[in-house]
């Protein structure tokens, strides 16, 4: 990566204008990505964070050499991984040949990314396991499928992905085996410029306090490795298309976790949306946030319809365009924030 745009993107979490999108640590749906990874690479999103998969990162490193030749930005490439059972690392999978006829297909009508066919199953590529469509089920027919890495199979991946940056996804009670991934990430030697640590409360059962404890050991493991952090708080997860309340989540968890933190940067994610950043002080804000959810649903009618005629957004000037503004939308206001 050229060290301008690299300490560009570093700069933005020291001046507290950092922006991140978040294509999903289960999205595989190729098209979508590429399009995806243009248009808030355009708009000067400083990190883009996709599943550790070759041909993700490969169709995103594409569109991002696109994006530097015509807009001069270059955001990191960042991979998730995880150092147990993670939502974020699931898919939903049904055998359609369960399901009645005259099923109304509740399924099918709630999920965001559109990844269940009109008379088949789940198409895994789309999938990124948000799981609303698993209650939705009148049969309970929809299953859970651990798409997780293997602790073995981190270092031939990092080494053909060469990422900028790594995300763990932890979780409370997790410690040991988050320091083993750290081990393994770095026996293979691979140079990077920041490790996140994606930690929330949901489904922990604990306070913000024991928290922010869990948050510390990690960053000893991380010092150990001179590692520089950036601490994810993940509010509500994979919620920031469903409104309001699940931006105020993510607010609040920040709030709470901010004064007893370790040091390092503090990024917002799960429920974020264009409402964050209203219920957020003007000047001691978090130092960045990330947007999933919210990011793919307002071009989605765009990267519908790309879709549709088999071409790339960017061969459809007017679809280019007007994506490009919902995105410019959503993120401008946090491009444009003080230090904080
Ligand atoms: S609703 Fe969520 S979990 Fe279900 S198929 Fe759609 S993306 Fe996957
Ligand atoms: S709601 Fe259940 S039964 Fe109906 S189409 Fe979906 S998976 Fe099949």
Redesign the pocket.
């Known amino acids: 990566m050229n060290d301008q745009n690299s300490t560009c993107n570093a700069d933005a979490l020291k001046k507290g204008n950092w922006v991140k999108l978040i294509c999903g640590a289960s999205n595989q749906d190729l098209p979508s990505i590429a399009d995806l990874c243009a248009i808030y690479g355009a708009a000067g999103v400083h990190c883009i964070d996709l599943a550790a998969d070759e041909a993700v990162i490969n169709v995103a490193r594409n569109a991002l050499d696109w994006v530097q030749t015509s807009y001069g930005n270059k955001p990191w490439v960042m991979i998730s991984l995880s150092d147990g059972k993670d939502a974020h690392f699931r898919k939903a999978w ?1 055998d359609a040949n369960l ?2 006829t005259n ?1 109304s ?4 009508n709630i999920c965001p990314a559109k990844a269940i066919e009109n008379t088949g199953g789940v198409i895994p590529e789309k999938c990124y396991g948000c799981g609303r469509c698993i209650d ?4 309970g ?2 299953e859970e499928q651990d798409r997780r890495l293997s602790l073995q199979d981190f270092t031939p991946l990092l080494k053909a992905i060469k990422p900028d940056a790594i995300e763990i996804h932890t979780a409370p009670g997790r410690s040991k085996a988050f320091k083993k991934t750290i081990e393994e990430i770095m026996k293979g030697g691979l140079q990077f410029s920041r490790l996140s640590v994606s930690c929330g409360l949901q489904g922990s059962g604990i306070n913000y306090e024991k928290l922010a404890e869990e948050l510390w050991i990690r960053h000893e493991a991380l010092r150990m490795h001179n590692l520089k952090p950036l601490w994810q708080l993940d509010g509500r997860r994979m919620s920031g298309d469903l409104g309001t309340g699940a931006a105020k989540a993510a607010v609040k968890l920040w709030e709470k976790i901010r004064p007893i933190a370790p040091p390092g940067p503090l990024q917002l994610a799960g429920g974020t949306n264009e409402s964050t950043i209203k219920y957020l002080p003007k000047l001691k804000g978090p130092e960045g946030v990330a947007f999933g959810g919210k990011a793919r649903k307002i071009i989605q009618p765009w990267l519908q319809e790309a879709q549709r005629k088999r071409i790339s957004l960017r061969e459809w000037p007017e679809g280019w365009e007007a994506a490009l503004s919902e995105a410019q939308q959503l993120i401008n206001p946090w491009l444009i924030r003080k230090s904080s």
């Open positions: 049904f399901c009645p099923c297909r509740p399924c099918q939705r089920c009148p049969l027919i929809i």
